[in-house]
């Protein structure tokens, strides 16, 4: 028997439907299987081999009785270890299962390949990439993000990865941030509503809503789960002053982590309390400034000195942290690592809450209007519309 | 001088207005502020004495150029350590603070022995009790709720100690559920809407909108941030079966560490993939079945076993895995720890979506109708609300 080459192979090869709406085309025939103990070998035509083992096999069976036809939702439950091996045939390049209780399963090739133990899911959602000096958020044109996938999933890529993304040249319209912010998914709506106006207002219960300047914070590290990403959209800005300022907060702590390690451990391991009190609120968290994960990556940055609440540290604790707290304030505020723009009306900044520390300069609410209508979004759906729109791409 | 009785300070003490809105007239006056190095220390009159640092005195200043009068927000920024000591002074048998620079601060009595180091704060929220053998949920009447805060507070306050309260005698009313969730906060919308109907339906996208029988599970593991706390209001209930099904998913992961450790370690140290994909969705997120703090106490249960996505996990630990996977399948199962009863039509169920597991029995559809509306809130707006409603108890 000749071995067709692999592109030949994808050319001919018999795709077999799985329940997933993922794309499994693109693999090789199998030209082998062979069941041995508590597994399968299968070896497909360019003489890949992979072991799978029954239990996995059984579990992730696409039939219609194992999954749902309309949900395609796994409906089979591994309750108990497949007790002796099926019966393994090849049809077009594909594997039938016959079990000993007559039940039948069949596996796609390339979607078996996909799955073989080691090998690791391909996501379109990029990795984040810290700001290198003179960092410069990528632009994409109103016109582009609601005209067609391209322009979205360029928005959607960069802020993934930057943390960061400015959209140009749209509309002066009243809600224009909620009907872009819908085209992704739900509001996320917070005590202070789903959607905010930030300007100078009579008795605010927040210091955005006064001209005063906001160092660099993230929001709601009260909560939590902060919000994620945030959309603000300049409606208006003629005030003298007010121009905004980011800073990537990951980048920051890998500096102190770099520069002074011990501040860096302190405010990643010094729980501390968030606050904020209005008559109908009061809503409290504890956590470090800087949040890792078991392997000391950093998940997310908590930055917000109005509503740090009293710092409830033994006595000996607390000098030792302000000092940290300071070095920390003083590396994000570096004019090296931060930016610094006036945003123009028609154009939204969208930043990652959690990574991305934002704030304004003061500005005079004498000398003209400043008006920035605001939201949340949850990552999830980003990611989701993302992988959604590479479906087609 | 003679020394006067506690409850006799507490009637005459001067209060001394601070920016916070939680109530610190309860304790005693100071008789005694000695600033030495880089602290104060405080004696009260019952002899309690606590040192303060300077630091931390500068920080916590309630004046009004260092607080937002009407935001109560922070304004003042720890960038430097006061670099000498204040005069110190009492009045009023509270702290007056006169800096080197000639800013002034003034602090409550009671407000500082609230907050001397090593003193938690007190806090409502009760803390969670696991279900005990025979477990029941707690029953609020629907007039009871939104007639005042007594009702509201004992419903809360059930739900966030045993993660499950029954609300019951409501009104058959469309968007009942809604109204009842406004009160708290807003709803928590995810891509199944905000607020949605269970009952069986053409062409489902999830098992719940289906007649089958739902095992127990979490909702929306495959979320970074799954819903915290659902909702369920039952207007309709005449089908045959259908009945509901709660356990505590901490209490049957403790039975698990208990008797399986290595199982338990399994499940609390293994990511696996959660994944739901429709035409217009795949949220994706990896994830333990059982997330544990870093002192390893449980901190969430993802378990769904209807969108585990496949299992990538090496050769030689996926028969492990599955064996542990059903040891906790079984042990979350067991009749002896689950709670099994029908909702009544005006009955509404609250439970902690990331602590209890929830399912149903299966119903017949053409037996009668089945018609439940959900949503979901945060856990912070809770916890926000038990601690307003208990500003005036």
Redesign the interface.
């Known amino acids: 028997m000749t071995t067709a080459t692999p592109f030949e192979a994808r050319q001919t090869r018999v795709i077999w439907p799985m329940s ?3 794309d499994h085309s693109g693999g090789h025939s199998l030209v082998d299987a062979l069941t041995s103990g ?2 399968v070998t299968l070896t497909w035509e360019d003489r890949q081999q992979a ?3 029954l ?2 096999l059984r ?2 069976c696409p039939c219609t009785e194992c999954r ?1 036809t ?6 089979y ?3 108990e ?1 497949p007790d002796s091996a099926p019966e393994a045939r090849l049809e077009d390049g594909n594997l039938e299962l016959a079990w000993a209780d007559g039940h039948i399963s069949r596996f796609d090739a390339g979607w078996l390949r996909q ?1 073989r ?5 391909v ?1 379109p959602v990029p990795a984040r990439r810290p700001w290198a000096e003179g960092f410069q958020p990528a632009r994409v044109a109103h016109a582009d993000f609601v005209g067609g996938a391209a322009g979205e999933r360029a928005w959607l890529t960069a802020l993934l990865r930057d943390g960061l993304v400015l959209l140009e040249d749209g509309p002066l319209a009243d809600e224009e941030v909620s009907r872009l912010a819908e085209r992704i ?7 202070f ?2 959607r905010f106006d930030v300007r100078s207002k009579p ?5 955005a ?2 001209a ?1 300047g906001l ?1 660099l914070h993230t929001d709601l590290p009260n ?3 902060p919000p ?1 990403i945030q959309l603000l959209y300049c409606l208006e800005n003629d005030a003298e002053g007010g121009e905004s300022t980011f800073t990537d907060g990951f980048a920051a702590a890998e500096a102190l982590r770099e520069r002074s390690p011990e501040a860096f451990r302190l405010l990643s391991e010094t729980p501390i ?1 968030f ?1 904020f ?9 504890r956590a470090p400034i800087l949040t890792l994960d078991h392997d000391g990556q950093l998940l997310e940055v908590r930055f917000n ?4 609440d ?6 000996d604790q ?2 030792a942290w ?2 940290a ?2 070095e920390f ?2 590396l994000v505020h570096d004019p090296r690592h931060r930016l610094e723009f006036s945003l123009l009306p028609g154009q939204m900044i969208a930043f990652d809450n959690r990574r991305v520390l934002h704030g304004r300069n003061a500005f005079n609410p004498n000398s003209g209007r400043r008006h920035l209508q605001g939201t949340y979004l ?4 980003l ?2 519309r993302l ?2 729109l590479a ?1 087609s791409a």
Chains 1, 2 share one sequence.
């Open positions: 997933e709406l993922t508590a597994r072991h799978f083992p239990s996995w579990d992730h749902h309309a949900t395609r939702e796994r409906l439950i591994p309750l270890l799955r133990p080691g090998q690791e899911s996501d998914g739900p509001l996320r709506a917070t005590n509503g789903a008795n605010p219960n927040n210091a809503y006064t005063i160092p909560w939590r789960q994620d309390d606050r009190q209005d008559e109908e609120h009061d809503i409290v968290w000195n109005w509503i740090r009293s710092l409830r540290l033994p006595l607390a000098d302000y000092r707290y300071r304030w003083n949850d990552l999830d759906l990611e989701s992988r959604v479906r």
